[in-house]
């Protein structure tokens, strides 16, 4: 079986502050490895809502977007090659919409699905106390919050260090 992959988007908005977009997405795999990508806003989401509070967070411009933002078709064409054969996990139900917004601004379908990765623990048998133990010490080890490649990637190491057994029984 090949190693789960996780992802991870940053969006214009916060969830109760309206209609978000995504505008940055990463892929973590469980061995290391890493992409992110910037996201240009699709003409489709020229009116849709931008907080300054999300902004904040994920220290994101407008204008960092469109200088260095890919097309969503491009995003899509990416994410796929680099997940392969990976099944692809999330914690939140939110990066697979923001996904799906994705791929329909690039006009395609969403190149996998995106699992729940509590569904992935709980079929392994990973106990709640060893699911804390692991994202404590991921999290000592990637603290950074809001960033995708940070998020994604300490979700993936998470999983890793649950895998090889180094987490408290």
Do not use: N
Not at 76 to 89: I, L, N, Q, S, T
């Amino acid at each position: 079986m090949t190693a789960p992959a996780l992802i991870d988007f940053e969006a214009s908005c916060l969830p109760d502050y309206g209609q978000s977009y995504p505008i940055e997405v990463a892929l973590a795999r469980v061995d290391g490895s890493s992409r992110t990508w910037l996201i240009r806003p699709a003409d489709a989401w020229r009116f849709w809502d931008w907080s300054p509070e999300a902004e904040a967070l994920h220290g994101i411009s407008r204008d960092l977007l469109a200088d260095e933002g890919l097309p969503p078709a491009q995003v899509v064409a990416e994410m796929r090659d680099f997940a392969g054969e990976c099944h692809v996990y999330a914690d939140a139900d939110l990066d697979a919409y923001w996904l799906e917004v994705l791929a329909h601004a690039a006009g395609t379908k969403p190149p996998f699905s995106v699992l729940y990765l509590g569904e992935y623990l709980l079929e392994r048998g990973y106990t709640r106390e060893q699911v804390v133990s692991a994202l404590d010490a991921a999290r000592e080890r990637l603290p950074v919050e809001h960033v995708a490649r940070d998020d994604a990637s300490r979700l993936a190491l998470a999983v890793k260090l649950l895998m090889d057994g180094e987490t408290a029984a």
